[in-house]
């Protein structure tokens, strides 16, 4: 396991092919990262509903 | 274990261990794995830097197939016994599978630019993923049109399992049609074919893969369980 660049400027060149290579892995990342983002907003959001919901339902039993 | 996971109350038990231990187990091997791949693993003799995409690409496409079977699978459970959970199961997997598919086919894409010389091309494997992908917008349009009803969840399930006759047509693709995407060098007879220094990273990167899979499909779940208890709680009120 031998380091493959001798420096930063080297490891952000990717032998010239830098936007392929960090294009690809960055649009990646930003999914991946949506994905995660939308699922936590969405959970939090359907557990607290229904939460309120069943307070609501506690509080008032037959209307 | 197995039918723990097919009641509702008792998947959010589980699941409430099970999502962090995978979320931690997901962390460490992206880490691992983004590094090995970046900074320590070779650049190809014939490709240079940007074989370093396969490491991404790679594994996007085995959750993009993944997630699908996955979805087969719970869509028959479903069918067949009548397992709520294969049907939540099918339902939250696909938008995400859809995702992984996307993520496929732009890095394949922006692989193939330097390599190949083109962005894009009507080759077998392509053309037989773009079609997955399509099978995963059109099980979520399907889905959106009907409303929640068991007569829904049944009509997506089928779909879904006429669909599964595209997963071999994807994985034979490159043996049957000889044209750009190279053939498999994972999974194939005589063992991999891929060097060591670039196999392990690779497979690290894969474990990642599936462990942000698992994680995104888990977290995915508990929600639609929420939300069809306070939809069910809502329509008690409502009759």
């Known amino acids: 396991m031998t380091p493959q660049f001798a420096s930063l400027s080297d490891f952000l060149a990717m032998g010239g092919y830098a936007p392929f290579v960090f294009g690809a892995w960055g649009l990646s990342v930003a999914v991946i990262i949506g994905l995660i983002v939308r699922v936590i907003i969405h959970g939090r959001y359907q557990k607290a509903r229904l939460a309120a919901l069943r307070s609501e339902k506690a509080e008032s039993p037959t209307p | ?239």
């Not at chain 2, 009803?149 to 071999?168: D, E, F, H, M, R």
């Not at chain 2, 000889?178 to 392990?200: C, F, V, Y």
């Open chain 2, 1 to 239: 274990m197995i039918s723990g996971f097919a009641n509702p109350q008792r998947f959010l038990g589980l699941s409430a261990w099970l999502l962090p231990v995978t979320s931690l187990l997901a962390v460490v091997a992206t880490a691992i794995g983004v590094v090995w791949s970046l900074w320590y693993a070779p650049a190809d003799y014939q490709q240079g830097e940007t074989a370093r995409i396969m490491f991404i690409h790679v594994p996007s496409a085995w959750i993009a197939v993944g997630a699908y079977t996955g979805m087969a699978i719970g869509s028959l459970s479903y069918l067949v016994w009548g397992h709520a959970l294969g049907d939540i199961a099918a339902k939250v997997m696909a938008p995400i599978g859809a995702a992984f598919t996307a993520l496929c086919l732009a890095t394949g894409s922006i692989w193939g630019r330097p390599t190949w010389g083109t962005w894009w091309e009507w080759d077998g494997r392509l053309t037989s993923v773009l079609v997955l992908f399509f099978l995963y917008l059109g099980y979520m349009a399907l889905r959106s049109a009907l409303e929640e009803t068991s007569k829904a969840s049944k009509a997506a399930a089928i779909l879904c399992l006429v669909g599964t006759i595209n997963i071999p047509i994807i994985r034979f693709s490159v043996e049957w049609w000889n044209t750009l995407h190279q053939k498999a060098s994972i999974i194939r007879e005589g063992g991999p074919s891929l060097d060591p220094s670039m196999l392990h990273p690779l497979l690290v990167m894969g474990v990642a893969y599936l462990l942000i899979f698992a994680a995104l499909t888990l977290a995915a779940m508990r929600a639609e369980i929420w939300k069809r208890s306070a939809d069910a709680i809502l329509a008690r009120q409502a009759a």
